[in-house]
T-cell receptor
Framework: AQKITQTQPGMFVQEKEAVTLDCTYDTSDPSYGLFWYKQPSSGEMIFLIYQGSYDQQNATEGRYSLNFQKARKSANLVISASQLGDSAMYFCAMREGNQAGTALIFGKGTTLSVSS | NAGVTQTPKFQVLKTGQSMTLQCAQDMNHEYMSWYRQDPGMGLRLIHYSVGAGITDQGEVPNGYNVSRSTTEDFPLRLLSAAPSQTSVYFC??????????????FGDGTRLSIL
């Protein structure tokens, strides 16, 4: 069974609109971390936002926020006021356990296209 | 501010050839890892290391070898290249035992084609 599931292969949004990228996860470890990375067409992996399993509040970083629903095991990325530069592949990833030096398990990614 | 540096950025090999992908980081990170990215598959872990002298296998280790003689360097060796190893390879690093909210930092990737 997949540990990280991203069900949207592609998403399309217009500039200035908000968009939600879905991510569900599966783990029996009570301690885990969830990450979102952005991969533009140039290929590098850019860290966007982190949510820990014990965090009481949803994480936010500028225009990025994470809609964390622990009981549903979902960690959706919300991008507010989309920009053309947001067009990229987005990956959800999970780290099981509470130590930073642990392997990330990635979803297959969602391609976001922002149009003017 | 180099971060994680991967060389080369591009490489074309013939089946059966061997080569080493280099990865170096200057952040004093204990944890380093190699992933491969294939279309529609996300990133999959090949090998990882939690410190100098310590390495272990990830999800897809066959055909690859690693060593970690220093904190800074974590090279990935392809022993006998096969077309199935055509992929984009990423090296990543992070602190190990502390700072659980710290992300892994990725290099820019090596695009490898095996003919």
């Amino acid at each position: 069974a997949q540990k990280i599931t991203q069900t949207q292969p592609g998403m399309f949004v217009q500039e200035k609109e908000a968009v939600t990228l879905d991510c569900t996860y599966d783990t029996s470890d009570p301690s885990y971390g969830l990450f979102w990375y952005k991969q533009p067409s140039s290929g590098e992996m850019i860290f966007l936002i982190y949510q820990g399993s014990y965090d009481q509040q949803n994480a936010t970083e500028g225009r990025y926020s994470l809609n964390f629903q622990k009981a549903r095991k979902s960690a959706n990325l919300v991008i507010s006021a989309s920009q053309l530069g947001d067009s990229a592949m987005y990956f959800c990833a999970m780290r099981e356990g509470n130590q930073a030096g642990t392997a990330l398990i990635f979803g297959k990614g969602t391609t976001l296209s922002v149009s003017s | 501010n180099a971060g994680v540096t991967q060389t080369p950025k591009f490489q074309v090999l013939k089946t059966g050839q061997s080569m080493t992908l280099q990865c170096a980081q200057d952040m004093n990170h204990e944890y380093m890892s190699w992933y491969r990215q294939d279309p529609g598959m996300g990133l999959r872990l090949i090998h990882y290391s939690v410190g100098a002298g310590i390495t272990d296998q990830g999800e897809v280790p066959n055909g690859y070898n690693v060593s970690r003689s220093t904190t800074e360097d974590f090279p990935l060796r392809l022993l006998s290249a096969a077309p199935s190893q055509t992929s984009v390879y990423f090296c990543a690093s992070s602190y190990s035992r502390t700072y659980s909210n710290q992300p892994q930092h990725f290099g820019d990737g090596t695009r490898l084609s095996i003919l």
